[in-house]
């Protein structure tokens, strides 16, 4: 795992913006890992995808993250600011042969969902159906409700909350925290600096788009002050 460059940050955002969500995922996934293939890294369970994600994020933008929420309660504007290690809980291997759930004498064996799943399933049925290694014939309506629900629970990073406290009104929530929908806004808007930076170097001094992003970004700052004046 290793911090985006400019150019490949700017890959990442180009080939993405068109695309779904779980699509962007893969692509920002794909980056951070460049030896694993599509297929393996296809196959990550949601949690493990996050957690390479943060990860990423971590090395790439620092390991502090900031957003802004309203309070559900009051309304005010609430200004967050916690560390990647916050939300990332350690991450224990999954079991080889599945996870499974015992009633009534009966077992049902199923694995964590992963972005293929996701991505082909159309309905939350499918998903399921996709996941069970076994025991199809055994499932009853009770029993195939809790296998899902284990199944939601097993992946400790699938399902990341912030603790929340409004300084305002003292109101205590937890809010969900998207990891794919924050860092892909971020290399949007790093993505867009960058740019705005080709296009004034460019015009001072006609340098190309390769040769500007081959700058480091301490080379590239320092002339950016200079057009500037
Ligand atoms: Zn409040």
């Not at 692509?27 to 949601?46: F, H, K, N, R, V």
């Not at 609430?78 to 004498?105: C, K, M, Q």
């Not at 399902?159 to 406290?165: G, V």
């Not at 009104?169 to 808007?189: G, K, M, Q, T, Y």
Request: glycine share 4%; net charge negative; charged share 25%.
């Amino acid at each position: 795992m290793r911090a985006l460059p400019a150019t490949e940050l700017l890959s990442v955002w180009e080939s993405g913006h068109n695309r779904v969500p779980l699509q962007r995922a893969l692509i920002m996934l794909a980056a951070a890992c460049p030896e694993a293939s599509a297929d393996s890294l296809a196959q990550l369970t949601i949690g493990r995808r996050d957690a390479h994600l943060l990860a990423l994020r971590e090395r790439t933008f620092g390991s502090e993250l900031t957003g802004v929420t309203d309070c559900p309660e009051c309304g005010a504007k609430i200004e967050l600011t916690f560390n990647a290690s916050d939300i990332a809980p350690p991450l224990h291997a999954e079991p080889a042969n599945g996870l499974a759930v015992r009633a009534n004498g009966r077992e049902v064996r199923f694995r964590l969902p992963n972005s293929a799943d996701l991505l082909a399933a159309k309905s939350e049925e499918e998903l399921f159906e996709r996941c069970l290694l076994n025991g199809r014939d055994r499932l009853t309506e009770n029993f195939r409700a809790e296998v899902g629900e284990k199944m939601l629970c097993a992946d400790p990073l699938a399902d990341i909350h912030l603790a929340l406290n409004c300084p305002n009104c003292n109101h205590r929530w937890e809010a969900p925290f998207d990891i794919v929908a924050f860092l892909w806004r971020e290399i949007s808007a790093a993505a867009h600096r960058l740019l705005r930076e080709v296009h004034t170097l460019a015009s001072a001094y006609g340098w190309t788009e390769s040769e500007i992003l081959s700058l480091s970004s301490a080379r590239r700052h320092a002339y950016l002050e200079m057009v500037n004046g």
